[in-house]
């Protein structure tokens, strides 16, 4: 059973109850009779109490211009917060009836707002984390100091690896030294000073020569001390 909550204290003066009526073979179409009874129950055990709204059976009328699409709307003044109604729908087509039923809740928003008010829910809250934190084993001093005492000896050896990486790297280009063209010669040379860690200073010198279209067609490299 599915039951639906109305709040009555958000809801206007009329509440709306509305179905959709269907021949045998699920076509929509209007039905030529269609009532609605409600019935206030109270949640007690035992039997239902049955116990039927003022002014009911109401006369349900079209709503639109859709087929079937018929309700009415009751004042909500006919309704109390704290009790359950059942909503029975009558309709009579193709000269055979049928019935469906819905059950609403009525509650006024406010009560519920009291009541998750009355729950304390900040110590509530509090508490949780208060037992968080006392099952939390944290590391000790030395625990920490040790983690600490690992990360250096471990940057230390990467520094060292480092080192080696640059000694064994001999060639870094610190200086363009000159750069000429020849354009009778077709000739273009770079000279470049690299500084050699290993052994003292070296020259290497680039030499382009183009074809008659600008090309390179060859290129010639020479390394002095």
């Known amino acids: 059973m599915n039951i639906t909550n109305l709040y009555l204290d958000l809801l206007p003066t ?5 179905t959709q009526a269907t021949d045998s073979t699920g076509l929509k179409t ?17 039997a239902f109490d049955n116990t039927e709204l003022a002014g009911s059976p109401f006369t349900i009328t079209k709503i639109n ?3 079937g699409n018929y309700g009415v709307k009751v004042a909500k003044s006919l309704f109390t917060a704290g009790n ?4 029975l729908f009558e309709e009579t087509v193709d000269g055979i009836t049928t019935a469906s039923e819905k059950t ?3 509650l006024n928003s406010s009560s519920v707002k009291a009541n998750v008010s009355g729950l304390a829910i900040e110590g509530n809250v509090e508490g949780h984390v ?23 000896v471990e940057v230390n050896a990467n520094e060292a690896k480092i080192d080696t990486l640059l000694e064994n790297n001999q060639f870094n280009i610190d200086e363009f030294r000159t750069f000429t063209y020849d354009g009778i010669g077709r000739t273009a040379t770079m000279t470049i000073r690299l500084t050699d860690i290993i052994t003292p200073t070296a020259i290497w010198v680039y030499t382009f020569t183009y074809d008659g ?3 390179v067609d060859n290129v010639a490299i020479e390394r002095t001390l």
């Open 65 to 67: 211009a859709k087929d």
């Open 213 to 215: 279209n600008g090309n």
């Open 130 to 152: 208060d037992t968080a934190l006392a099952s939390y084993d944290g590391p000790t001093r030395a625990e920490a100091t040790s983690d600490k005492d690992e990360i250096i």
């Open 104 to 106: 609403y809740f009525m």
């Open 30 to 46: 209007d039905p030529t009779v269609a009532t609605v009874r409600i019935f206030k129950e109270t949640g007690g055990a035992g």
């Open 84 to 87: 359950y109604y059942r909503v």
């Open 14 to 18: 009329a509440i709306p109850f509305e």
